[in-house]
């Protein structure tokens, strides 16, 4: 049998991977799964980035990217706890290097593979821009609103995010107007729902969505360098996992994220 492309995200359905894991559980009887669908936990910003290119991956090569999105550090514990993810897409290093350091992450596989920013944003199509810097009075410009952002503490959207708030002085002033979601999709949600006023996202989630506005990119140097780090996971002994993540560093695939705007690292 074969597996249908999927998508979860953990604000919808919580934890995503695990749940994906139990459907595959009771739908696939013994000897049904198939080396060449290969599952891949991806960080939840890539969502419109994979969207075209599992069905591309599967017209070029005739296998399957069965694809779960979730905050990195979710995808993280749950491949800690043992769901069998093929590929992982991490939001940041630190999941990664976590994983590495477990012996879950086979061996000369890793590559840098995209780099982001991340944005201030507001709801709808005509906010004001703002200067990023430590002279914003961005608990003012919340007012009686919330902040969203990711899991401040967890989800590499809501690190960074918090890193460049405390590098600019701004943290302190605005966290207790911080609304955190569980990954950064739902943050991005919240803001063009109107649930908040303002949010911090990648560059890449704002530019998918309609009823948000950028209105301010914080500087380079006021987080860490955001990078999103790919492997082939240790337990996978799918030749179509190396596969597929040779596909992810091709033209095809280099098309599409750069559709999303993001940049794609190495050759």
Same mark, same amino acid.
Request: no cysteine; net charge negative.
């Given at each position: 049998?074969?597996? =249908? ?13 695990? %749940? ?23 960080? !939840?910003?890539?969502? +419109? &980035? ?12 005739? *296998?399957?990217?069965? /694809?779960? %999105? ?15 993810? *093929?590929?992982?897409?991490?939001? +940041?290093? +630190? ?5 590495? &350091? ?7 596989? #890793?590559?840098?593979?995209?780099? +982001? ?34 899991? /401040? *503490?967890? /989800? ?25 979601? *569980? ?19 990648? &560059? ?10 950028? @209105? ?10 955001? @990078?999103?780090?790919? =492997? ?10 190396? !596969?597929?993540?040779?596909? %992810? #560093? ?12 993001? /940049? @794609?690292?190495?050759?």
């Amino acid at each position: 049998m074969t597996f =249908a492309f999927r998508h979860t995200v953990t604000s919808l359905v919580r934890p995503a991977a695990l %749940l994906l894991v139990a459907t595959l559980s009771l739908t696939a009887g013994p000897g049904a799964a198939r080396a060449d669908d290969v599952l891949v936990f991806a960080a !939840a910003s890539l969502k +419109n &980035a994979m969207d075209e290119i599992a069905p591309a991956f599967e017209a070029a090569t005739g *296998d399957k990217l069965v /694809v779960s %999105l979730a905050g990195s550090s979710a995808l993280a514990r749950q491949i800690q706890a043992g769901a069998p993810a *093929d590929l992982f897409i991490s939001a +940041n290093q +630190n999941w990664m290097d976590t994983l590495e &350091a477990d012996g879950l992450v086979q061996s000369g596989t #890793r590559v840098d593979l995209l780099a +982001n920013s991340i944005v201030l944003i507001a709801h709808g199509k005509d906010s004001s821009p703002v200067e990023i810097s430590p002279a914003l009075d961005l608990g003012a410009l919340v007012g009686e609103g919330r902040l969203a952002m990711a899991l /401040v *503490d967890a /989800v590499p959207a809501g690190v960074y995010g918090k890193a460049a708030l405390e590098s600019l002085g701004l943290w302190e002033s605005v966290s207790p107007k911080v609304a955190q979601a *569980d990954n950064v999709r739902a943050a991005l949600a919240l803001v063009a729902a109107g649930e908040a006023p303002y949010g911090i996202v990648y &560059a890449t989630d704002a530019a998918a969505e309609d009823d948000v506005t950028v @209105v301010g990119t914080f500087p380079a140097d006021s987080h860490p360098p955001i @990078v999103y780090p790919a =492997a082939v996971m240790a337990q996978s002994g799918k030749p179509a996992a190396a !596969a597929a993540l040779a596909y %992810l #560093r091709g033209p095809d695939a280099r098309a599409a994220f750069e559709k999303q705007g993001f /940049v @794609v690292l190495g050759e």
